[in-house]
C-alpha cells in the first residue's frame, strides 16, 4: 500500500534525515525490501539498482488490465486460461536479454513526467522497448487461472509487463 517515496517521505520526516534515497520503485501493490540508503551511503545506490533481483509474483489468466495488476479497470479478456504445460513451452523464449515495454502505469518519465501522471490525465503517449535481462524464470504454482512464478532478473524489468507479454505469447490476457 505505500511507494518508495512515500516511505522516502516518513523516513525523512521521522528522523530529520536530509539526504535519503532509495534502490529501486515499489509499486504499491508490491511486498518486499526497499534498500534505502542515507547521508554518504546515497552514493552506493547505483551499484546496488545493478545487482540482480529475484522476484515472486503470480499472474491471473484471462483478463488484461490499464495498470497490468488488479487496481486497473479490465480492458481486454479472453475466455482462454493455459495449461501449466503450454506455459512451460513459452517460457525458454523470455530468458536472455529480452526487449520489454513498460507499463503505462509506471514511474518511467517522459519529458520530464512521470508516465502513471499521463496516463491518469488521458493523455497519449507511448513508452519505448527496453532491455532486461531474465536470468530465470519458472513456475512456483499453477491451479485453475493463476500461476505463480519466480524470476531472477536484472535492473529496471517490470513483472507486470513480463506477465503481459507471457499471456500474449500463449494468445490469451
Avoid: M
Amino acid at each position: 500500500g505505500f511507494t518508495s517515496t512515500y516511505c522516502l517521505n516518513v523516513l525523512k520526516s521521522k528522523f530529520k534525515i536530509k539526504k535519503l534515497g532509495h534502490a529501486g520503485t515499489l509499486d504499491p501493490l508490491a511486498e518486499g525490501i526497499l534498500p534505502v540508503a542515507t547521508g554518504e551511503a546515497t552514493k552506493s545506490i547505483p551499484y546496488l539498482s545493478e545487482i540482480e533481483k529475484i522476484y515472486f509474483f503470480e499472474a491471473t489468466w484471462g483478463q488484461e488490465t490499464s495498470t497490468l495488476d488488479s487496481e486497473g479497470i479490465i480492458v481486454n479478456s479472453s475466455d482462454t486460461i493455459p495449461e501449466k504445460k503450454n506455459i512451460q513451452k513459452v517460457l525458454g523464449s523470455f530468458i536472455g536479454t529480452i526487449d520489454q515495454v513498460p507499463p503505462k502505469y509506471s514511474a518511467k518519465k517522459i519529458n520530464g513526467e512521470r508516465c502513471y501522471n499521463l496516463a491518469r490525465s488521458n493523455k497519449d503517449f507511448e513508452l519505448k522497448s527496453q532491455k532486461v535481462e531474465i536470468k530465470n524464470l519458472k513456475i512456483i504454482n499453477h491451479s485453475a487461472n493463476k500461476t505463480s512464478f519466480l524470476v531472477k532478473c536484472g535492473s529496471g524489468t517490470y513483472k507486470r509487463s513480463l506477465v503481459r507479454d507471457l499471456a500474449y505469447s500463449l494468445n490469451t490476457f
